[in-house]
């Protein structure tokens, strides 16, 4: 859902797939910087995700359990989806 702390934040591509060499993404929440240690950032492996997700792993942070995102998968997944075939 779209709403006020809605951000987009934009990727310098890592490959060669994406012609514009940049991709976005659409955030909730306002970034912010955290200074993260072991005792801070530890895997959670509560959550299984498919072998060709763009997700790397979760993580516990805190109360949070935010999503390390594979930033190579989705330029892939990006550039699979917006290939123009032609007949």
Do not use: W, Y
């Not at 779209?2 to 306002?30: D, M």
């Not at 060709?52 to 892939?76: F, G, K, S, T, Y």
């Amino acid at each position: 859902m779209i709403g006020g702390r809605t951000r987009i934040v934009i990727f310098t591509c890592l490959g060669q797939k994406l012609p514009a060499g940049h991709f976005g993404i659409a955030t909730q929440g306002f970034p912010q910087l955290v200074r993260v240690s072991p005792t801070v950032v530890t895997p959670d492996s509560s959550r299984i995700f498919p072998e060709r997700a763009p997700v790397l792993c979760q993580v516990r942070m805190v109360n949070e359990l935010p999503l390390i995102h594979d930033l190579e998968r989705l330029e892939e997944m990006i550039a699979d989806e917006t290939t123009v075939t032609v007949a």
